[in-house]
Structure formats: C-alpha cells, structure tokens
C-alpha cells in the first residue's frame, strides 16, 4: 500500500498545521497509523499514531505534542490526519506517515518504526521562531 503524506510547510512559531496521511489502498479493519518526524542529524522519533478498529479508534502522543496535537480519520477521504497546535520551532522536521495493516499495535509498539509495514515519502515542515 502506498502512503502519501501532505500539509507540511513553512510557518511561524505559535501557528497551526494539519498533515494527512492518504492511502493507495481504503484503509478498513483493524490498522495503525502512525505519524514519525526526523530533524536535520537527529534520529526519527514518534509523534503520533492512532490504532482503529472498524468503528473504534485510541490516539497515543509523545509527550513533546501532547495536548497540543490530535489525530483523526477521515474515511470519506481516506486519510488519517495530524493537526498540530501552538508551533514550536522544535517541531521543524520532515514528518513521515506509516501504516501497519490486519492488526493494531499496542501502546508500546506503536512508537517502533520497525512495526511498520508501509511509509510516506515525507513532508517537510519548517516552523521559524
């Protein structure tokens, strides 16, 4: 399943963004998505993910987003989207969407990016101070 992940740019510190992850394929069942970032030399970290069952769904944030981010589906459109609150220039980053299919991780595998079966190319999000 191909993955593409939008809505990054460049904004200003205390501005809001809104990234959607849109799937190749209709995302139905049990599934996980996630949402990674990677800043300029540092490692690809955990910002998101939200594990869906048919009509049920539980979100897991990192704390560095926590209470200022939320994660939703859409299944009209078929995307999982990240809207992000009160920017920090910490939060510049290329962010990268990734789906695991047929099951859904738990809270601790969730922030693995080895549990992954699919990935987005990225979206590069720049937030100025």
């Known amino acids: 399943v191909q993955l593409q992940a939008s809505g990054g740019g460049f904004l200003q510190a205390g501005g809001s963004l809104r990234l959607s992850c849109a799937a190749s394929?209709?995302?139905?069942?049990?599934?996980?998505v996630a949402w990674f970032r990677q800043a300029p030399g540092k490692e690809r970290e955990f910002v998101a993910a939200?594990?869906?069952?048919?009509?049920?769904?539980?979100?897991y944030y990192a704390d560095s987003v926590k209470g200022r981010s939320a994660l939703s589906r859409d299944s009209a459109k078929n995307t999982v989207n990240l809207q992000m609150n009160s920017l920090k220039p910490e939060d510049t980053a290329v962010y990268y969407c990734?789906?695991?299919?047929?099951?859904?991780?738990?809270?601790?595998?969730?922030?693995?990016?080895?549990?992954?079966?699919?990935w987005g190319q990225g979206t590069l999000v720049t937030v100025s101070s």
């Open positions: 990734a789906a695991k299919w047929d099951t859904t991780l738990s809270i601790s595998a969730v922030r693995r990016p080895d549990k992954y079966d699919d």
């Open positions: 394929q209709t995302m139905r069942g049990l599934y996980s």
């Open positions: 939200g594990s869906f069952g048919w009509s049920i769904g539980t979100a």
